[in-house]
Structures are given as structure tokens and as C-alpha cells.
């Protein structure tokens, strides 16, 4: 009780200077003509008010001791009574700066540019070790402007609101207006957070610098952002760049869009690592994801790309694996939806989704995926699990051009969604596609099953050839391979015929190949063979013949069994040895 009564009597007795320096905390004192002016502002404690001509808010600062910074003293933040230095007080409570609050900076044309006043507000979070810029105003940008050693910063729009249609960006959005010098760049940092911030440039012509980069460094959050670029082949996201010690590592990344015409969308560079993708949209260019290892991308999409929806590929810095895209998809593209380079391995594609892609029909493409390895790097041990493929081209939806693309693992197809199959290098087909599935009509393979006499076996792919001339009523081939005859143990997979040199006989009708042991025939393989030179014709073995006899044959002959009077064929088989 005693107590109180102490309080109330110590209440009583506060100077009225100080009583108005309280109520100045509280936004409740009437604006004076002394107040505009600090020289004669009342001083209580650590404390000086003042009133803001432009918009009559009343701003307080707290005495500041700035003996261990260095920064330039700024009315914005910093301020100078008595020749001590005061900080204003809502950034000494959580380190934020409201960019809408600084000053308007103008360059040498009387141009809004907002880049200086954003540059030195970097500066001050730099100071104090930390910190969040937030903006609702638009800023514009009319240079390059590269911020570098970011540690523990918040860049963050209050609002970012954005049409995927048009250009109607307004609130928290940064906007380039020189046609020459555009993009922000951020050159090393740590703990870094970015979201809620539109980028746009407006233009049809100019840089194809990309809008917003960021390299060298770790530990960071990018969070919705919208990106619109309208030069043609314009860029918009860059993580990482092309050597390892600028690479971007530990990063979240999420609800970025980016709407373009042309060009790339994200690129994620060399030696970039876990790295996690999630609800991130490109339209109207593509993903480029170069030498990036250890990553995922979740429930990503690609629209309208003019190439390639998703172009995979290894650089000289760090071959491109360990990737796993998780319901992805790609509609529209000019191409494929997902492109597989050179130095590439153990990608994973579960449940990748493909909607009317390659848009301009070109031939020898997948709709879905393409393999295409140029020789000198490594492509190998690709997994496609549960893919859809929505394909109106006529093409293959899986298609690989050589037999140094990869080894491909088919898993949990389902016929009609990848009712167009694979196609591309005979090599590659029956030597390097392995399915783990019944729905579907390619070749497929197992590992250590049970064979035919009952005992775990293990299958290796092979292939054997050879060619011959024909004559007479019929023509055998006896395969051979590492000096033995192909008989026992051994499963068909598939079997190319090539006609060398045109097939003439007494009545030209169709030619026919069957096979057996020499003395008897069994099922047909191919009717109705092409005889002019150069036809090739593939065929599957749908239901992986055993052969049940010690010396296959493959015998040639007329449908008609009329005698032939020329031609030449080669024939290679494709088959597992079981081991």
C-alpha cells in the first residue's frame, strides 16, 4: 500500500516537459511550430519527438550510441540533436525499414530511382548485422543494382499482387525502366529471405540480363515472387553461377512465376545442392537446370516453353545428378517436356506429366522425355515411375537417340498414358529399357527371379548379328555370340531385319522369317518383310520366348515358298542369357 502511494506521489511530481515527451510516445501531443524544429524540441531522457511536415506523424528517436558503426547519418533512421546521435525507434525494435518512409531519390534526368535509397538501406541492415527492408510502393529501378555479403537480411514486399495476362503490376513490385543495365544481384550472403516481390521489365527490346540473381552463398528462403519479362528471350530467376565457390546451396524455393516471351524462366547452375523446388511456375519459357546435384523439384509446371520445358544437363564444373522431380509437368512445349543431356545420372522422374508437347511436330522427339547424349559425357540410370503422357504429336512419348543415352527404368506404367511407347536407337530400345511393369507392351527384363527350370537367375542384355545372302526355296541363320550358338537359357527380346540388297524371286510376292532348330519351324516372327533395299523392320517378342532348343534357326522364305534369285539381309537379335 505504502508502496503505491509512493508511485502515485513520484507521478505527480514529473516534469511537464517529460509528461509531454510520454504522450509524444503514444502519437497523442498536438504538433506546435517548435516541435518542426529539433533545435528547440523538448529533450527528456533518451528521447526526442519531432512532427513530419509532410504527413503529420509524429516520429520518435531514441538516443543511439554509435561508437562500434560506421554509416552515414540519415534522417530516415539516424538523426543529430546535441551533437549526439538518436535512433528512430521502430527500427531500433526489430531492425525494419519501410522503404515507403525514405526519400524519393532522383538521378541526373529528375527520374524517380529508387536504387540508391534501397542500396543504403542494405547498407544499414549490413551495419547492424541483420535486418528486414519491406515496401508496398513500387520502386524503380533505372541501372543495374548489385548488393553483395547479405548476412541475416529480409528483403520483403507487404503486398504482391500480379496478373499472369497483362502488365497490371501495382504495389510491392520492382520495375527496371533502363532498356541497357537491368536486374538485381546479390553476390554472397547467409540467412537470406526474399518474398512477396514483383520484378517486372515492360519492354520489348533490351538486356537479357535476368531480373533477379543470386549466388554465392547459403541458407535462403525465396518465396512469392512473380516475375514478368517482355523482351523477347528474356531471363527471370538465376540461382548459382558456373564455378563452385559462386554456387547457391540450402535453399527453399517456392510459388515463384515467371511469365515471359522466350528465354529461361529458373536456372539453377553448377554445383548448386539441396536445393528444394516447390509450386514454382514458368510460362512461356523453360527450366534450365545445369550441373545442379542433390535437389528436388515438387509439384513444378512449365507452360508454352518455346524449346524444351525442362532442360537437364551436366556442365564442366559438376555432372548434373541426383535430382528427383515429383509430380512435374510440362503443357505446350515447342519440343520435349523434360530434355536429358550429357554428364547426367540418376535422375528420377515420379509421376512427370506431359500435355500436348512438341508443338511444332519435329520428328524423333519424346513428347514426354528425351534422351539425347552427345558422346563425350556420361548419361546413365534414369527412372520414370508412373508417367502420364497427353500426346496429339504422332511421335513416341519416350525417345532416345543412341545407344549412349541412359540405362532407362520403367516403373508403374499404366498403357494408356503412355500410349505412344518409347522409340529412338534400336541399340538403346531392346539393350537399355528396363520395365518393372505388366501394363505395357515394351520389352521388359527382371532381375534375380526364378527361371523356367526353377532357379534364381539373373538376365544380362545381348545382341548378335549376322548377315547373308539368300537363295533357293529358304534360307537359314544360325546366330552366334562369344563363339557359341545362341540355344538354351537364353530369352527373346526383340529382332531387327535390314535388307541390304533387294529381294528378287520367280513371283515377288512377300518374304517371311520363322524360326526353329533346323529340322522343324515354330511360331512366325515377321510377315510381309519389305524386299526393296533399305527397309528395316523391328519386332518385339511380347511374351519373352525361351528358346527350347540347343541351336536356334532363323529361317528365311517366300510366303509362297517360291524360290528366291537374289537379296541379301542382315538380322541381329536381342535377347538375355540367363546366368
Known amino acids: 500500500m505504502d508502496n503505491n502511494s509512493n508511485f502515485q506521489n513520484q507521478s505527480n511530481t514529473v516534469p511537464t ?51 562500434v558503426y560506421n554509416f552515414p547519418i540519415d534522417d530516415n533512421i539516424f538523426k543529430i540533436f546535441d551533437q549526439n546521435t538518436y535512433i528512430k525507434t521502430s527500427f531500433a525494435v526489430n531492425n525494419t525499414i519501410f522503404l515507403d518512409e525514405m526519400d524519393d531519390v532522383y538521378d541526373n534526368f529528375n527520374e524517380k530511382d ?67 543495365k537491368i536486374g538485381l544481384v546479390i553476390n554472397g550472403f547467409r540467412d537470406l529471405t526474399l518474398k512477396n516481390i514483383n520484378f517486372v521489365y515492360k519492354k520489348d527490346t533490351g538486356s537479357t540480363d535476368y531480373l533477379l540473381e543470386i549466388f554465392k552463398g547459403y541458407d535462403f528462403e525465396i518465396k512469392n515472387l512473380k516475375f514478368r519479362n517482355t523482351v523477347l528471350g528474356g531471363n527471370c530467376l538465376k540461382l548459382g553461377r558456373d564455378t563452385g565457390v559462386l554456387c547457391a546451396f540450402q535453399g527453399d524455393i517456392s510459388r515463384v512465376t515467371t511469365v515471359q516471351n522466350g528465354g529461361t524462366g529458373i536456372y539453377t547452375g553448377q554445383t548448386n545442392t539441396s536445393l528444394n523446388f516447390r509450386s514454382c511456375y514458368v510460362g512461356g519459357g523453360k527450366w534450365h537446370i545445369k550441373g545442379t546435384v542433390y535437389s528436388a523439384f515438387i509439384s513444378c509446371a512449365c507452360d508454352g516453353s518455346n524449346d524444351n520445358g525442362y532442360v537437364i544437363e551436366g556442365g564442366d564444373q559438376s555432372r548434373a545428378h541426383t535430382l528427383t522431380f515429383i509430380s512435374c509437368g510440362a503443357e505446350a512445349a515447342n519440343r520435349s517436356g523434360f530434355w536429358v543431356g550429357s554428364y547426367v545420372y540418376n535422375i528420377t522422374f515420379i509421376a512427370p506429366h506431359s500435355g500436348l508437347n512438341n508443338q511444332g511436330l519435329h520428328p524423333g522427339i519424346g513428347e514426354l522425355l528425351m534422351l539425347e547424349n552427345n558422346g563425350i559425357g556420361e548419361q546413365e540410370a534414369i527412372k520414370v515411375s508412373n508417367p502420364v503422357s497427353v500426346n496429339k504429336s504422332g511421335n513416341a512419348d519416350i525417345y532416345g537417340t543412341s545407344s549412349r543415352c541412359a540405362f532407362l527404368i520403367l516403373d508403374s506404367v499404366y498403357k494408356a498414358s503412355l500410349g505412344k511407347g518409347i522409340d529412338g536407337a534400336n541399340d538403346w ?51 552366334q555370340s562369344e563363339g557359341t550358338y545362341i540355344g538354351k537359357d537364353t530369352k527373346l527380346l526383340g529382332l531387327t531385319i535390314q535388307v541390304n540388297k533387294t529381294i528378287t524371286s520367280s513371283t515377288g510376292s512377300s518374304g517371311i522369317l520363322t524360326f526353329g532348330d533346323g529340322m522343324n519351324t515354330s511360331s512366325d516372327i515377321i510377315s510381309n518383310i519389305g524386299l526393296v533395299a533399305g527397309n528395316k523392320i523391328f519386332h518385339t517378342f511380347k511374351n519373352n520366348e525361351f528358346v527350347d532348343f540347343d541351336h536356334l534357326g532363323i529361317r528365311f522364305h517366300m510366303n509362297d515358298n517360291s524360290i528366291v534369285n537374289d537379296g541379301n539381309i542382315t538380322i541381329e537379335l536381342f535377347y538375355e542369357k540367363l546366368y
Open 114 to 180: 529508387d536504387a540508391a535509397k534501397f542500396e543504403k538501406a542494405i547498407d544499414y541492415l549490413k551495419t547492424f548485422k541483420g535486418g528486414t527492408i519491406r515496401f508496398s510502393k513500387p520502386l524503380s529501378f533505372n541501372r543495374k543494382v548489385e548488393v553483395s555479403d547479405l548476412v541475416g537480411i529480409t528483403i520483403e514486399g507487404v503486398q504482391s499482387p500480379y496478373s499472369l495476362q497483362g502488365a497490371n503490376f501495382n504495389c510491392g513490385y520492382i520495375e527496371f525502366t533502363n532498356s541497357d
Open 429 to 479: 530400345r531392346y539393350n537399355k529399357v528396363l520395365q518393372i511393369t505388366d501394363e505395357s507392351s515394351f520389352p521388359k527384363i527382371a532381375s534375380n527371379t526364378i527361371n523356367q527350370y526353377g532357379r534364381i537367375s539373373s538376365y544380362t542384355r545381348k545382341s548378335a548379328n549376322i548377315t547373308g545372302n539368300l537363295s533357293g526355296t529358304e534360307t537359314w541363320f544360325y546366330l
Open 17 to 67: 516537459s517529460e509528461s509531454i515527451q510520454d504522450d509524444s510516445l503514444h502519437n497523442t501531443c498536438t504538433p506546435c511550430e517548435s516541435l518542426y524544429n529539433d533545435s528547440q524540441s523538448s529533450v527528456a531522457s533518451d528521447i526526442i519527438k519531432r512532427i513530419d511536415k509532410k504527413t503529420g506523424e509524429n516520429v520518435n528517436y531514441r538516443l543511439f550510441d554509435n561508437s
